[in-house]
T-cell receptor, first 114, second 110 residues
Framework: DAGVTQSPTHLIKTRGQQVTLRCSPK?????VSWYQQALGQGPQFIFQ???????QRGNFPDRFSGHQFPNYSSELNVNALLLGDSALYLC?????????????FGPGTRLTVL | DAKTTQPPSMDCAEGRAANLPCNHS???????VYWYRQIHSQGPQYIIH???NNETNEMASLIITEDRKSSTLILPHATLRDTAVYYC???????????FGAGTILRVKS
């Protein structure tokens, strides 16, 4: 079992550009959450997807959007990038079999905005 | 979600028990206590969770006070690989977002 995988590992963009990050959940997991972790801080919840719909959203602007596909994989899109969007973006998946109690995190995508 | 308070850092000798405290004085009756850790350059890792009874698994033990206003995560025999940031989180039920604080940096020293 490969666990949660994310791509790319690292990404460099310039202000104003758009970026798409990808996540494949752990086998058997149907719920995907995205988090942003700035340097030296704890992860901050962006949103959660279940059954291809956004179910919960944190305090992030509409520039942050997502999608979940029928195979449960997910994408995070960020438009009009700002310097402050530089962070580690983490994807986490969970399953009904464990009551969604345990979230498995991927290694993250390091985004740098210049 | 209730707010948690943790010490910013702690040191522990290798092979000794590491006891990490967490205060959650505003916790509600239906909120669980979760512990995650994050080793440098990796995603957070689930450790354990509980509602009001003490819990133990292969990684750690979780002791929750009777009034549920505080808890302690115990790593019984800390190793150098346990050096990480430990997050105490409270949340309602299952499937909901995790609200991370600053956590406790645990340094295990030989």
């Amino acid at each position: 079992d490969a666990g949660v995988t994310q791509s790319p590992t690292h990404l460099i963009k310039t202000r104003g550009q758009q970026v798409t990050l990808r996540c494949s959940p752990k086998s058997g997991h149907d719920t995907v959450s995205w988090y942003q972790q700035a340097l030296g801080q704890g992860p901050q919840f962006i949103f959660q997807y279940y059954e291809e719909e956004e179910r919960q959203r944190g305090n992030f602007p509409d520039r942050f959007s997502g999608h979940q596909f029928p195979n449960y994989s997910s994408e995070l899109n960020v438009n009009a990038l700002l310097l402050g969007d530089s962070a580690l973006y983490l994807c986490a998946s969970s399953s009904p079999g464990q009551g969604y109690n345990e979230q498995f995190f991927g290694p993250g995508t390091r985004l740098t905005v210049l | 979600d209730a707010k948690t308070t943790q010490p910013p850092s702690m040191d522990c000798a290798e092979g000794r028990a590491a006891n990490l405290p967490c205060n959650h004085s505003t916790i509600s009756g239906n909120e669980y206590v979760y512990w995650y850790r994050q080793i440098h350059s990796q995603g957070p890792q689930y450790i354990i969770h509980g509602l009001k009874n003490n819990e133990t698994n292969e990684m750690a033990s979780l002791i929750i006070t009777e009034d549920r206003k505080s808890s302690t995560l115990i790593l019984p025999h800390a190793t150098l690989r346990d050096t990480a940031v430990y997050y105490c989180i409270v949340r309602v039920g299952y499937g909901n977002k995790l609200v991370f604080g600053a956590g406790t940096i645990l340094r295990v020293k030989s």
